[in-house]
């Protein structure tokens, strides 16, 4: 009878770190990749929508639509990349993705301004790419507005109404995000992103690799009990991967000011809990193949494009259809991103966030638990394979 | 050539002998895609918001009702005072507020200046830019309609105020429909994580196992065993593409407007790059982990720097230039012309050749990389 | 085909401060079987690798077949079967699968295949066992399998490196009766082993410790010419204790351990005996038995590797 339940968990512990310090590059991975692809991403990647690649054709040809266009080769938003003869030039170029918007100012539009008359100008979006699409025609209606505005006023200056004042003033204030930087929102998303796959594709082949060789089987023959494996294999990743998480926040900070607003603590338990889902989802999916090549393609497919795309990193959960919404309940990212977001943004504390961390801990002892259950059974697959040719 | 067929033939064997590879191969894809072509939903409607009404006038309720009409916010609650604004911003359950002073209507009526303010979460700076651009867009539309009421009393001068008017057409995706923009591009990841894991795994398994070893001692040439081993996933890749686009057309209804055909042949140029970095990458691996890290370490830039979500010209000078290494890069041009645009060979070319230059090169490194040697 | 069916001449192989083959020379001739003796990590293997095209040589140079090793592996590839030391065949294929996927890389007609593949599953007995996953084999016929994947092409020389590690004593017999049956169809077997009976199955041996050869020859060569000194098998209680005894006699030049017994190496045989008895006899240590026999093949390796080690070291001393 062992002495207590969880004795040997030391054991294991101590053999994975052993094993993990003599293969060095995978330590290399786990501890310094997060933070290079923070680096990396961090300064590639952003959420403003500007420079968008624009083509205009204007029929017109007189001082005001030139001033128009003009309007739109100085501002930051759009990328005025040709000025076309006729319309008819507009569909390759847009098919080509050279532009993702043109704009047609017809022929009338001078004459129609100085009558008096409200022109129309032809705004061509590229819907294909729905994000600068809906964006570009924002943006167009704005400059348009602003440029309408100002013929109006100049218009009342002329006639000597010189004190004319726009009516209303909108006072925008945007709180947690002065700046709307969207690097306070990339980088809490990327850390999520970053940290889930690393994590999960690390531990993804930690037993595979195993039964691969062989030595799961002097393992099963030693009385290690499946939890205290598991344990043991967890634990120093666990410790390694907050190392690495806590590179991730730091480089967060100090590169890219996003630093921590709220409770250190809390974030700390955040980090933990998630961390350790992530290791868990890993195992569970080592104990459920049996080679490392199944494993690594289940790791990566399961984190890569279900955290990015559902864990509201760059598409907000709100609008997605109830169906998919539920799914992301089953995302751990979805919920350390919100948490994350809170407190490093917000400042925001328990209250705020239990129920994140909740799920996180549902998540991390779900998996961790099925893993357990599963190493167990895998003792009943070992009599197919004893069919021995005999000597 | 009975080389390369014999290793082509065990490499099928060998994949239909593995029970959880082919529903991982198959399987996943399909369920990716249907997952994920619903997720994306960039049009950012109703908002939930916070209306705090100080000024209780008819136009403060007028332009307030501007607000809740337009669709694009959604009123969670009405209050008071500012200060009970905080607790629904602070836990999330709105993401703005409008906030109409004191004094709103008599200084409308007065003919000078009244002001709005507009609060938005911005730790989900997403949503917040947009819903600001929204809020300012209608305040200034409800600008204008008094200055042209003002105008109206003002009378005289035989002046019409101006409007310039925007047309706004959506080409190719009319209803703005996320998902004609997000099926291609998932498209295209599927098929590069795919192609490239079993690329670079596969032949590093041979390695670890040590069979790599009794291949290498046969005269199979190393071009005999790189096609050998590499066609087997070009098929693959082929059938889960198929796949792909019988659910992306039949299911999402994502229109295919260009040519399959044309699809295909640059599906297999994408492959070529996929498949060489997939190569090298197991060049440079001598176990299965670390073949797996270093696929891992580069999934992750293709995916996010090839423009699918994050458009290149928003990124800094640097990574626009770097990004022309990426295979991605040209395949989500390709994917989304030849299918939402109906683009064709004269649009396409220029990408098409860069890709394919690319996939060549890659490609020619990884064999050059390639002995039949042990060390 | 050459008499000379490889030659060796000077081969090294230097794995950065390492040196793993160190200037090695030898020939084989053709038909022969051919033994490359050594415990683990003496070079054996990297010699092996060297030869099949598996691993350029630092220096020097080797024909294979009669064709250069670094100049024309490919060719070489053509003519020789290797089996490695650790099982290389493909687990999760059948028997007739690893089979029929090798005869297709050796470009093997379907004709010659189908032959062939009867000749291999017959000598390898593993006749109605076609069908079985190759990871289900027992490790004697797993053997046995790679050996007849290795010749499935009928080359002229094969390749096999500890081709009976982890096998039970009966297997190893009937795997070196299949060695013979190749050695008299004429093709020269050059096999690698740390088992020092086997050695005793080869027609000419090599002995190789710390990447040099040591000593060479024929079996009975070796054992009647290498070591001069007569050697007493001595059965006594408390044998290691009378080990430690021994050892520190200056008239005794080498001691070791035989199962229970002690062999000792002496300068003449009578004043040996005498010595002994009576050295132990002070100890209290009961001697049953004190003969002179003939070395035998193990006697000679441990010889021979004492004496190469004495003078590694009396040169590193004197640099």
């Given at each position: 009878m062992k002495p207590f339940p969880l004795c040997c968990v030391r054991a294991v512990i101590v053999k994975e770190f052993r094993q993990i310090r003599r293969d060095a590059l995978s330590l290399m991975f786990l501890v310094f990749l997060p933070g290079f692809m923070l680096l990396l991403f961090g300064y590639a990647l952003n959420f403003d929508i500007k420079h968008i690649p624009l083509a205009v054709v204007d029929e017109d040809g007189s001082r005001a639509s030139r001033d128009l266009v003009d309007k739109f080769?100085?501002?930051?938003?759009?990328?005025?990349?040709?000025?076309?003869?006729?319309?008819?030039?507009?569909?390759?170029?847009?098919?080509?993705?050279?532009?993702?918007?043109?704009?047609?100012?017809?022929?009338?539009?001078?004459?129609?301004?100085?009558?008096?008359?409200?022109?129309?100008?032809?705004?061509?979006?590229?819907?294909?790419?729905?994000?600068?699409?809906?964006?570009?025609?924002?943006?167009?209606?704005?400059?348009?507005?602003?440029?309408?505005?100002?013929?109006?006023?100049?218009?009342?200056?002329?006639?000597?109404?010189?004190?004319?004042?726009?009516?209303?003033?909108t006072e925008v204030r945007v709180w947690y995000n002065p700046e709307l930087r969207s690097a306070k929102f990339l980088v809490p998303g990327l850390m999520a992103f970053i940290l889930m796959v690393i994590v999960t594709v690390s531990t993804a082949f930690s037993v595979v690799r195993e039964k691969e060789r062989g030595t799961m089987d002097q393992i099963r023959v030693s009385s290690i009990r499946p939890m205290e494996l598991i344990l043991g294999k967890i634990i120093p990743y666990v410790a390694i991967s907050l190392g690495s998480a806590h590179l991730v926040l730091l480089l967060g900070e100090v590169l890219f000011g996003v630093g921590i607003r709220g409770s250190y603590p809390l974030l700390l338990l955040a980090m933990v809990l998630f961390v350790t889902g992530a290791l868990g989802q890993g195992l569970l999916i080592s104990t459920i193949t049996r080679t490392q090549q199944v494993a690594f393609l289940l790791a990566v497919l399961t984190t890569m494009l279900p955290t990015f795309i559902l864990s509201g990193f760059v598409f907000p959960l709100r609008n997605m259809p109830p169906v998919v919404q539920a799914v992301t309940y089953l995302v751990p990212g979805r919920y350390f991103l919100a948490a994350l977001r809170a407190i490093i943004l917000k400042g925001a504390g328990l209250g705020a966030i239990w129920n994140q961390l909740l799920f996180l801990a549902v998540f991390a002892v779900l998996s961790i638990g099925t893993s357990a259950v599963r190493l167990g059974k895998g003792e009943k697959e070992r009599p197919r394979r004893r069919r021995r040719g005999g000597a | 050539m009975k080389a390369i067929l014999s290793i082509i033939w065990k490499e099928f064997v060998q994949l239909r002998r593995d029970p959880r590879l082919f529903p991982v191969l198959f399987v996943s894809p399909i369920l990716q895609l249907l997952l994920l072509g619903y997720a994306a939903n960039l049009d950012v409607r109703e908002i939930p918001s916070v209306v705090c009404d100080m000024d209780q006038s008819a136009a403060s309720r007028d332009l307030l009702g501007r607000f809740v009409n337009s669709g694009y916010f959604t009123i969670r609650a009405r209050v008071g005072r500012m200060e009970d604004i905080d607790p629904f911003l602070d836990n999330g359950k709105a993401a703005m507020a409008f906030v109409m002073p004191r004094g709103f209507g008599d200084k409308l009526a007065g003919g000078s200046q009244a002001s709005v303010m507009i609060i938005a979460d911005g730790a989900e700076s997403q949503s917040a830019t947009i819903g600001v651009n929204y809020a300012t867009m209608i305040a200034g539309r409800y600008a204008q309609r008094v200055i042209l009421d003002r105008f109206e009393r003002i009378r005289g001068g035989g002046m019409k105020p101006v409007l310039v008017n925007a047309e706004v057409r959506v080409w190719y995706n009319p209803e703005l429909r996320s998902r004609n923009f997000m099926v291609p591009g998932v498209f295209g990841l599927i098929l590069m994580i795919m192609t490239m894991s079993l690329a670079s795994m596969g032949i590093v398994r041979e390695k670890e196992a040590g069979t790599m070893e009794q291949l290498i001692v046969t005269p199979i040439r190393p071009h005999q065993l790189i096609i050998g081993k590499l066609l087997p996933f070009v098929f693959i890749g082929l059938v889960e593409a198929t796949f792909v686009l019988i659910i992306a057309r039949g299911w999402f209804g994502v229109p295919i407007r260009g040519s399959v055909a044309l699809l295909y042949v640059l599906c297999l140029a994408f492959m070529l790059n996929t498949l060489g970095f997939g190569l090298f990458i197991s060049t440079i691996s001598r176990t299965q982990q670390q073949a797996m890290f270093t696929t891992t370490f580069f999934i992750m830039p293709m995916m996010l720097l090839g423009g699918f979500v994050f458009p290149i010209e928003n990124m800094p000078?640097?990574?626009?230039?770097?990004?022309?290494?990426?295979?991605?890069?040209?395949?989500?041009?390709?994917?989304?012309?030849?299918?939402?645009?109906?683009?064709?060979?004269?649009?396409?070319?220029?990408?098409?050749a860069s890709l394919a230059g690319l996939g060549v090169l890659i490609l020619a490194l990884s064999v050059l990389r390639f002995h039949k040697k042990l060390d | 085909m050459p008499e000379l069916a490889i030659e060796v001449r000077s081969l090294s192989k230097r794995f950065g401060d390492f040196i793993a083959v160190d200037a090695v020379s030898f020939d084989v001739d053709r038909g022969r079987i051919f033994g490359f003796l050594g415990a683990n990590g003496a070079g054996k293997s990297t010699t092996i690798r060297m030869l099949c095209g598996l691993l350029d040589p630092t220096s020097g140079t080797a024909t294979v077949g009669g064709f250069d090793i670094r100049r024309e592996p490919e060719r070489v590839k053509c003519v020789i079967g290797y089996m490695s030391q650790k099982f290389s065949l493909y687990e999760d294929l059948t028997v007739a699968e690893n089979i029929r996927f090798f005869g297709g890389a050796y470009g093997l007609s379907k004709k010659d295949l189908d032959q062939r593949a009867r000749w291999v599953l017959e000598m390898a007995g593993l006749k109605g066992r076609e069908r079985s996953l190759t990871r289900t084999l027992s490790v004697g016929w797993k053997q046995r399998l790679a050996l007849g994947c290795a010749v499935l092409h009928e080359p002229r020389i094969v390749f096999l490196d500890e081709p009976t590690g982890g096998v039970d004593p009966a297997s190893r017999r009937r795997f070196w009766e299949l060695i013979n049956d190749l050695s008299e169809r004429g093709i020269t077997v050059f096999v690698t082993t740390h088992y020092l009976d086997e050695a005793e199955y080869c027609n000419d041996i090599r002995l190789i410790h710390a990447g040099r050869i040591v000593a060479g020859g024929s079996p009975q060569e070796l054992k009647t010419q290498v070591i001069r000194n007569p050697i007493l098998e001595v059965e006594a209680d408390r044998t290691v204790e009378a080990m430690e005894v021994l050892q520190k006699e200056p008239w005794v030049l080498e001691t070791s351990i035989f199962g229970t017994s002690l062999h000792v190496s002496v300068g003449d045989e009578g004043e040996g005996r005498r010595l002994v008895l009576d050295r132990l006899g002070r100890e209290g240590i009961a001697v049953r038995r004190v003969d002179r026999i003939i070395p035998s093949l193990e006697d000679v390796f441990i010889h021979k590797i004492e004496e190469h080690t004495k003078a590694g070291v009396a040169e590193e001393a004197r640099s």
């Amino acid at each position: 009878m062992k002495p207590f339940p969880l004795c040997c968990v030391r054991a294991v512990i101590v053999k994975e770190f052993r094993q993990i310090r003599r293969d060095a590059l995978s330590l290399m991975f786990l501890v310094f990749l997060p933070g290079f692809m923070l680096l990396l991403f961090g300064y590639a990647l952003n959420f403003d929508i500007k420079h968008i690649p624009l083509a205009v054709v204007d029929e017109d040809g007189s001082r005001a639509s030139r001033d128009l266009v003009d309007k739109f080769r100085t501002t930051e938003y759009f990328d005025l990349k040709a000025v076309l003869p006729k319309t008819a030039a507009i569909d390759p170029i847009l098919a080509r993705e050279d532009v993702r918007a043109a704009l047609v100012i017809p022929a009338q539009f001078a004459d129609d301004l100085t009558a008096g008359r409200s022109p129309s100008v032809q705004v061509i979006v590229d819907g294909s790419n729905a994000m600068s699409g809906t964006t570009a025609a924002g943006y167009v209606g704005a400059i348009l507005q602003s440029y309408s505005q100002r013929i109006t006023l100049r218009g009342l200056a002329r006639r000597g109404f010189t004190d004319v004042a726009l009516p209303l003033a909108t006072e925008v204030r945007v709180w947690y995000n002065p700046e709307l930087r969207s690097a306070k929102f990339l980088v809490p998303g990327l850390m999520a992103f970053i940290l889930m796959v690393i994590v999960t594709v690390s531990t993804a082949f930690s037993v595979v690799r195993e039964k691969e060789r062989g030595t799961m089987d002097q393992i099963r023959v030693s009385s290690i009990r499946p939890m205290e494996l598991i344990l043991g294999k967890i634990i120093p990743y666990v410790a390694i991967s907050l190392g690495s998480a806590h590179l991730v926040l730091l480089l967060g900070e100090v590169l890219f000011g996003v630093g921590i607003r709220g409770s250190y603590p809390l974030l700390l338990l955040a980090m933990v809990l998630f961390v350790t889902g992530a290791l868990g989802q890993g195992l569970l999916i080592s104990t459920i193949t049996r080679t490392q090549q199944v494993a690594f393609l289940l790791a990566v497919l399961t984190t890569m494009l279900p955290t990015f795309i559902l864990s509201g990193f760059v598409f907000p959960l709100r609008n997605m259809p109830p169906v998919v919404q539920a799914v992301t309940y089953l995302v751990p990212g979805r919920y350390f991103l919100a948490a994350l977001r809170a407190i490093i943004l917000k400042g925001a504390g328990l209250g705020a966030i239990w129920n994140q961390l909740l799920f996180l801990a549902v998540f991390a002892v779900l998996s961790i638990g099925t893993s357990a259950v599963r190493l167990g059974k895998g003792e009943k697959e070992r009599p197919r394979r004893r069919r021995r040719g005999g000597a | 050539m009975k080389a390369i067929l014999s290793i082509i033939w065990k490499e099928f064997v060998q994949l239909r002998r593995d029970p959880r590879l082919f529903p991982v191969l198959f399987v996943s894809p399909i369920l990716q895609l249907l997952l994920l072509g619903y997720a994306a939903n960039l049009d950012v409607r109703e908002i939930p918001s916070v209306v705090c009404d100080m000024d209780q006038s008819a136009a403060s309720r007028d332009l307030l009702g501007r607000f809740v009409n337009s669709g694009y916010f959604t009123i969670r609650a009405r209050v008071g005072r500012m200060e009970d604004i905080d607790p629904f911003l602070d836990n999330g359950k709105a993401a703005m507020a409008f906030v109409m002073p004191r004094g709103f209507g008599d200084k409308l009526a007065g003919g000078s200046q009244a002001s709005v303010m507009i609060i938005a979460d911005g730790a989900e700076s997403q949503s917040a830019t947009i819903g600001v651009n929204y809020a300012t867009m209608i305040a200034g539309r409800y600008a204008q309609r008094v200055i042209l009421d003002r105008f109206e009393r003002i009378r005289g001068g035989g002046m019409k105020p101006v409007l310039v008017n925007a047309e706004v057409r959506v080409w190719y995706n009319p209803e703005l429909r996320s998902r004609n923009f997000m099926v291609p591009g998932v498209f295209g990841l599927i098929l590069m994580i795919m192609t490239m894991s079993l690329a670079s795994m596969g032949i590093v398994r041979e390695k670890e196992a040590g069979t790599m070893e009794q291949l290498i001692v046969t005269p199979i040439r190393p071009h005999q065993l790189i096609i050998g081993k590499l066609l087997p996933f070009v098929f693959i890749g082929l059938v889960e593409a198929t796949f792909v686009l019988i659910i992306a057309r039949g299911w999402f209804g994502v229109p295919i407007r260009g040519s399959v055909a044309l699809l295909y042949v640059l599906c297999l140029a994408f492959m070529l790059n996929t498949l060489g970095f997939g190569l090298f990458i197991s060049t440079i691996s001598r176990t299965q982990q670390q073949a797996m890290f270093t696929t891992t370490f580069f999934i992750m830039p293709m995916m996010l720097l090839g423009g699918f979500v994050f458009p290149i010209e928003n990124m800094p000078r640097f990574f626009q230039v770097v990004s022309h290494a990426v295979p991605t890069r040209y395949f989500f041009i390709i994917i989304r012309g030849i299918m939402l645009r109906g683009a064709g060979w004269p649009e396409l070319w220029d990408q098409a050749a860069s890709l394919a230059g690319l996939g060549v090169l890659i490609l020619a490194l990884s064999v050059l990389r390639f002995h039949k040697k042990l060390d | 085909m050459p008499e000379l069916a490889i030659e060796v001449r000077s081969l090294s192989k230097r794995f950065g401060d390492f040196i793993a083959v160190d200037a090695v020379s030898f020939d084989v001739d053709r038909g022969r079987i051919f033994g490359f003796l050594g415990a683990n990590g003496a070079g054996k293997s990297t010699t092996i690798r060297m030869l099949c095209g598996l691993l350029d040589p630092t220096s020097g140079t080797a024909t294979v077949g009669g064709f250069d090793i670094r100049r024309e592996p490919e060719r070489v590839k053509c003519v020789i079967g290797y089996m490695s030391q650790k099982f290389s065949l493909y687990e999760d294929l059948t028997v007739a699968e690893n089979i029929r996927f090798f005869g297709g890389a050796y470009g093997l007609s379907k004709k010659d295949l189908d032959q062939r593949a009867r000749w291999v599953l017959e000598m390898a007995g593993l006749k109605g066992r076609e069908r079985s996953l190759t990871r289900t084999l027992s490790v004697g016929w797993k053997q046995r399998l790679a050996l007849g994947c290795a010749v499935l092409h009928e080359p002229r020389i094969v390749f096999l490196d500890e081709p009976t590690g982890g096998v039970d004593p009966a297997s190893r017999r009937r795997f070196w009766e299949l060695i013979n049956d190749l050695s008299e169809r004429g093709i020269t077997v050059f096999v690698t082993t740390h088992y020092l009976d086997e050695a005793e199955y080869c027609n000419d041996i090599r002995l190789i410790h710390a990447g040099r050869i040591v000593a060479g020859g024929s079996p009975q060569e070796l054992k009647t010419q290498v070591i001069r000194n007569p050697i007493l098998e001595v059965e006594a209680d408390r044998t290691v204790e009378a080990m430690e005894v021994l050892q520190k006699e200056p008239w005794v030049l080498e001691t070791s351990i035989f199962g229970t017994s002690l062999h000792v190496s002496v300068g003449d045989e009578g004043e040996g005996r005498r010595l002994v008895l009576d050295r132990l006899g002070r100890e209290g240590i009961a001697v049953r038995r004190v003969d002179r026999i003939i070395p035998s093949l193990e006697d000679v390796f441990i010889h021979k590797i004492e004496e190469h080690t004495k003078a590694g070291v009396a040169e590193e001393a004197r640099s």
